[in-house]
């Protein structure tokens, strides 16, 4: 089965410019989680999701706590974001590009659903742009994936 038979083609994507503010709305709006990040010719150049927003509530580098949490020594627990003082601009000077993930997965419309299920396990990702000539076209997730099984066996 190929993934332009399982993906969805109506995607709500955001750009690197997009504030802070206007993507938590989109997440509330559309009730989803995760987002691509698109420049204006439609090309993928990012994703971002919930928990790329916690960011703006990191103390510190998020690269050096990823750098800290891969060694054994690493046991801070997360502080109280209800309790962290953030200045009120933060809505409207932090932007999409500050807090999305560049090092993404794609996959193509006519490559076959068992590969992309194998860079989901590989990558743990549970949801991939879907681009044709460089440009977004659809998005399919892991829900999608269990949908085209269960079609696949005749049990929906």
């Known amino acids: 089965m190929l993934i332009k038979e399982v993906m969805s083609s109506k995607v709500v994507s955001t750009t690197p410019e997009e504030s802070l503010v206007k993507l938590v709305k989109k997440f509330i709006r559309y009730n989803f989680h995760t987002?691509?990040?698109?420049?204006?010719?439609?090309?993928v150049v990012?994703?971002?999701d919930y928990e790329d927003i916690m960011k703006v509530?990191?103390?510190h580098n998020p690269a050096l706590e990823k750098l800290l949490k891969?060694?054994?020594?690493?046991?801070?627990?997360?502080?109280?974001?209800l309790e962290t003082e953030l200045p009120?601009?933060?809505g409207t000077s932090v932007t999409v590009a500050d807090i999305m993930e560049t090092d993404i997965i794609t996959v193509g419309i006519d490559?076959?659903?068992s590969v992309l299920r194998s860079k989901m396990k590989q990558y743990n990702v549970e949801r991939v742009p879907v681009i044709e000539e460089g440009r977004l076209v659809g998005i399919i997730t892991l829900f999608d994936v269990i949908v085209a099984v269960f079609k696949g066996k005749g049990v929906l």
């Not at 990040?37 to 090309?43: A, D, L, M, N, R």
């Not at 891969?70 to 974001?81: A, L, Q, R, V």
């Open 35 to 43: 987002l691509p990040v698109i420049e204006s010719e439609g090309q």
């Open 46 to 48: 990012g994703i971002v």
């Open 57 to 59: 509530f990191t103390p």
């Open 70 to 81: 891969s060694t054994h020594m690493y046991n801070i627990g997360e502080t109280d974001i």
């Open 88 to 90: 009120e601009d933060i």
């Open 111 to 113: 490559d076959d659903v």
